[in-house]
């Protein structure tokens, strides 16, 4: 049976397209890449929510959905804005509809703000080039998401802001000495999500 995620990309158009010269691809068509590159027959839709008149997918929609992909973002939930809301907004139709979300750095932004985290800057200052010393929490070390990861490891990431306040049903299952929430479990209205500060993708 075909896979069928939705990835919904963080950036606004300016955004994307100035990725898209950089490294040829947008962070979402990236993203669909490595989603094809797991699973070949996988079928990926993209979305723009932070484009103004974007079309998004109502209930029903994502209901027809196995999966869900956010991507990360040059945009930063503090500064609020229609460009933030809307992806907001998004996220928790998507807990509400049950279809099981992952994110990465703004995905887990959106993730944690949606369910009522807080995002801001982060205070210890930047993350950049690679997050040293990711450690899973006691929670992580049996989670399928840090499955096979050593007591200690680095991964890609490039980030100024952090979730500050977990949402209420939040399990922190990795950090590090500049990052509390590095990979996290959000549950809230019926939905999983599975976010990570650091880049996988």
Excluded at 78 to 100: F, N
Aim: glycine letters at 12%; aromatic letters at 6%.
């Amino acid at each position: 049976m075909e896979l069928r995620v939705l990835i919904v990309e963080g950036n606004t158009r300016e955004g994307r397209e100035g990725y898209a010269e950089s490294y040829g691809v947008t962070p979402a068509e990236a993203y669909a890449r490595v989603v094809r590159w797991i699973a070949p027959d996988a079928a990926c839709d993209i979305v723009h929510p932070a484009d103004a008149g974007a079309a998004l997918p109502g209930s029903a929609a994502l209901e027809s959905y196995d999966a869900v992909v956010l991507t990360g973002s040059a945009l930063h939930v503090y500064h609020g804005g229609p460009a933030v809301t809307r992806q907001i907004e998004l996220m928790r139709a998507v807990y509400r509809s049950g279809v099981p979300a992952f994110g990465s750095c703004w995905g887990l932004q959106i993730g944690a703000a949606a369910a009522g985290g807080t995002v801001a800057r982060n205070p210890a200052g930047r993350e950049i080039g690679f997050a040293r010393n990711i450690a899973p929490t006691q929670a992580g070390r049996t989670h399928p998401l840090l499955a096979g990861r050593p007591a200690a490891f680095d991964a890609p990431a490039i980030h100024l802001d952090v979730v500050t306040v977990a949402p209420q049903r939040c399990s922190i299952l990795a950090q590090n000495g500049l990052t509390e929430i590095q990979a996290a479990e959000i549950m809230h209205e019926g939905g999983t999500f599975w976010g990570v500060q650091y880049h996988p993708e």
